[in-house]
């Protein structure tokens, strides 16, 4: 599966159990079952956790999806199960996808199922999931999308539609795509992102960094966006959704070729707020900090260090009782 043979380790009912480097048949009670990924996880029940030892892996596998299209995928994760890195440290599990195929894929599967420590790259889509709500920690994903084969793509580092994923520390860097080159959660999904960076992504339409979409609602925790950038609109993050809550974090030195250089938002029939947030040096022709549509819905700027007349449409600002 990779260039160097993988020492896997699994958790089976809540006891550690060593997976010799080995490519021999299943013995019989667990045991020895391969160096494929996806026969562990296949084989393991709910509530175990598969540990993937430090390396750099490049298998893919056929897998006809839900709606039977035939795709390439490295682990289909299924209901209950917890995939990690051994060691917590993903720059030490990667998994590289060739430019070809898609790294982790989950379906209908709730926050029993989990991702942590490890680092996917050169995927169409690195993790994505449709009708799912994995948490996932810990996890880098870099210079993940195709768009010259998938010039309508959205979320080549993350994407999930009927969401309510937590996603926490991870890094989102060098993704490409239509919308959402980061990262995109659409219909009907609820998240929650906490203390992730997202750096360098960009997208050929809009949310270089983020894009909420599609009666979605998002909320945002200590976040960073910097450096990222979209053609259009929403350097940083898109919004065309329900809600959208950003509090604390940074949204600087992002770029729009249109407007909203940090932030643009085109709907939020729940409201918007943006409370606490350092935001400053995007740049746009218009709306460099942020770009709200006129009848977008309610926007607020609360406690915001931003400048306020580098901001255009439908937005509010309060910064009285700021500390």
Not at 299 to 316: K, L, M, R
Request: proline share 3%.
């Amino acid at each position: 599966m990779r260039s160097i043979g993988p020492c896997v380790i699994a958790l089976i009912l809540h006891s550690f159990i060593l997976l010799g480097c080995s490519n021999g048949p299943a013995s019989p009670g667990g045991g020895i079952v391969g160096n494929d990924i996806q026969s562990r996880v296949d084989a393991a029940s709910i509530g175990d956790t598969i540990l993937i030892a430090p390396g750099i892996y490049t298998e893919l596998h056929d897998y006809t999806d839900f709606i039977g299209r035939e795709i390439q995928v490295f682990c289909v994760v299924k209901f209950g199960i917890v995939v990690r890195g051994a060691t917590g440290d993903p720059s030490d599990v990667i998994i590289d996808a060739g430019g070809v195929g898609r790294g982790f894929w989950f379906h209908e599967v709730g926050d029993s199922t989990g991702l942590a420590g490890i680092t996917v790259r050169n995927a169409s889509w690195a993790i994505s999931g449709y009708d799912a709500s994995p948490w996932i920690d810990n996890c880098v994903v870099e210079y993940n999308g195709d768009v010259e084969n998938y010039p309508a793509s959205s979320g080549a580092g993350m994407y999930f539609d009927r969401s309510n994923s937590r996603i926490t520390n991870c890094v989102f860097r060098g993704n490409e795509s239509a919308a959402g080159g980061g990262a995109t959660f659409s219909i009907n999904s609820n998240v929650r992102l906490e203390r992730c960076v997202f750096i360098g992504n960009r997208a050929t339409y809009s949310g270089g960094g983020l894009n909420i979409a599609n009666d979605s609602r998002a909320t945002v925790v200590d976040c960073e966006f910097k450096g990222n950038s979209a053609v259009e609109q929403g350097g940083g993050i898109h919004c065309y959704c329900d809600s959208i809550h950003v509090v604390g974090g940074t949204i600087s030195s992002n770029t729009a070729g249109t407007r909203g250089g940090g932030i643009s938002v085109g709907s939020v029939i729940l409201g918007g707020l943006f409370e606490g947030v350092e935001i400053y040096s995007n740049t746009s022709p218009e709306g460099a900090q942020g770009y709200v549509m006129p009848y977008a819905g309610t926007v607020s700027v609360v406690c915001c260090d931003t400048n306020i007349e580098e901001w255009a449409g439908n937005a509010t600002f309060n910064n009285d009782g700021c500390e």
